[in-house]
T-cell receptor, first 119, second 111 residues
């Protein structure tokens, strides 16, 4: 069965600190997708990144970076020089590939990590 | 990408009543999904709604309680039937367009 574990329930940092959110997953599929979403206090779910199981290259987008390691089944997310606006709940999710397409199937979510960035 | 809208954005309902939530996507998509997020919790999939077929429900969710329609490739509805306070949650729809995009959610409070 597929499972996503975000062991950190809450993290509190001071602005400008770097912070890493951990995500560990379990799946028997050889083709799968990993996601990170941000849920600010307003409640909407904001897509941050999708990574497929065949691409282990790390990715950087501005202050955000992601480290995907299949050997440890981890897909960690780092925010560099955190800002107050980064305060939110962050979800890691796993999806099987939808049969016959590059679309993703249903998402299995981790429990989420609440990040509080203090000024 | 896809832009997804939901109606209503929030509602307060009396127990025993039903509420239908609408989800509109700005492009044609094959796969749509409905999720529930209970207060302070993560998201749980209710069902997968593919156009032209019956919705597929996850364990713990049944069609009588959460009937779903998918009349075309851009629209779906979820009904929360015979509501109780335990149904108070955020209900989100999503569409799979290579990645999965989510609607803004419907905040439901059942009294």
């Amino acid at each position: 069965a597929q499972k996503v574990t975000q062991a950190q329930t809450e993290i509190s940092v001071v602005e400008k600190e770097d912070v890493t959110l951990d995500c560990v997953y379990e799946t028997r599929d050889t083709t799968y997708y990993l996601f990170w979403y941000k849920q600010p206090p307003s409640g909407e779910l904001v897509f941050l990144i999708r990574r497929n199981s065949f691409d282990e290259q790390n990715e950087i987008s501005g202050r955000y970076s992601w480290n995907f390691q299949k050997s440890t089944s981890s897909f960690n997310f780092t925010i560099t020089a955190s800002q107050v606006v980064d305060s939110a709940v962050y979800f890691c999710a796993l999806s099987e590939a939808a049969y016959g397409s590059s679309n993703t199937g249903k998402l299995i979510f981790g429990q989420g990590t609440t990040l509080q960035v203090k000024p | 990408s896809a832009v997804i809208s939901q109606k209503p954005s929030r509602d307060i309902c009396q127990r025993g009543t039903s509420l239908t939530i609408q989800c509109q996507v700005d492009s044609q998509v094959t796969m749509m999904f409905w999720y529930r997020q209970q207060p302070g919790q993560s998201l749980t999939l209710i069902a997968t709604a593919n156009q032209g077929s019956e919705a597929t429900y996850e364990s713990g969710f049944v069609i009588d309680k959460f009937p779903i329609s998918r009349p075309n490739l851009t629209f779906s509805t979820l009904t929360v039937s015979n509501m109780s306070p335990e149904d108070s949650s955020i209900y989100l729809c999503s569409a799979s367009v290579e990645t999965q995009y989510f609607g803004p959610g419907t905040r439901l409070l059942v009294l």
